[in-house]
């Protein structure tokens, strides 16, 4: 049966803590197979695919600047985190069958090769799975912003943020059982109504260039494949 795709080339943004599974740092190796699995078979069905990782399950700048760190040298550890983990999965991608490339914002050359954009395009147009790694290469930002950055700059047709709910609600879905999710919002509403879906730099890129963006609940299998197939899972955001 062959699969209709509603998309060409996507950008995935996965933080650091969709790595953790249960524990409460590092990675475990089920979750990074599993989530290696299914990035591999999105790209088989014909889809390019670029990934962000965060870094939030090793090191955060704000965590780091909160116990008496610099700021500045916590954001460079915590963008090491993020070349850790992206490394993490291009062999979890690697040794699933998949291809795949880490280009890194900040050099790192015996490790991994520099963010090049064009480059970038390349590796997605022959098939690599490109993990963006080191986030924006600046202090003071955040891999959300490195997503909806880098979405933009390869021309991705959609951006996916995979989290652990099933979408934006009103509230707190754990706290609050007459919470509702959301299936749609403008950029707008997600800016002045506070939602935090990710942080207001990342939304505002989205809306100045129109950069679709949707948040689903990576925890259920099949989920990917089921937003490339056309699904409306989870909350899309856009004009
Ligand atoms: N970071 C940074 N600049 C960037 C992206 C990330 O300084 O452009 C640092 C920052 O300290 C951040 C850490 O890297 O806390 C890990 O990234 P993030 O918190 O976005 O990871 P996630 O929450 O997605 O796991």
């Given amino acids: 049966m062959t699969r209709s795709i509603a998309y060409r080339r996507i950008l995935l943004k ?59 040298t916590g954001d460079h550890m915590g963008m090491l985190a993020t070349v850790m983990n992206a490394l993490a999965m291009q062999d979890a991608i690697e040794k699933a069958g998949g291809f795949a490339r880490t280009m890194s914002a900040i050099k790192i050359n015996e490790v991994c090769e520099d963010f090049i954009r064009r480059r970038a395009v390349r590796h997605l147009e022959k098939g690599r799975i490109v993990l963006f790694a080191a986030g924006t290469g600046n202090p003071f930002f955040t891999t959300d912003s490195a997503a909806a950055l880098r979405a933009v700059e390869v021309g991705a ?19 609050d059982p007459t919470a509702k999710r959301y299936d749609h919002l ?17 939304i505002a890129l989205c809306r100045d260039h129109r950069m679709p963006l949707r948040i689903y609940d990576m925890g259920v299998a099949g989920n990917l494949m089921r937003i490339m197939e056309g699904a409306q899972i989870g909350t899309l955001v856009n004009t």
């Fill in 14 to 72: 996965l933080s650091g803590e969709a790595l953790m599974g249960e524990a409460d740092y590092g990675i475990d190796p089920k979750v990074i197979q599993r989530l290696a699995r299914e990035i591999i078979e999105v790209q088989k069905a014909g889809v390019q695919v670029g990934v962000v990782i965060g870094g939030g399950n090793i090191f955060r700048g704000e965590g780091l600047a909160a116990a008496g760190m610099d700021r500045v």
């Fill in 157 to 175: 047709d959609l951006l996916l943020k995979a989290t652990k709910v099933d979408g934006v609600y009103t509230a707190d879905p754990a706290k």
């Fill in 186 to 202: 403008s950029y707008e509403e997600v800016i002045h109504r506070d939602l935090r879906v990710m942080d207001t730099s990342a």
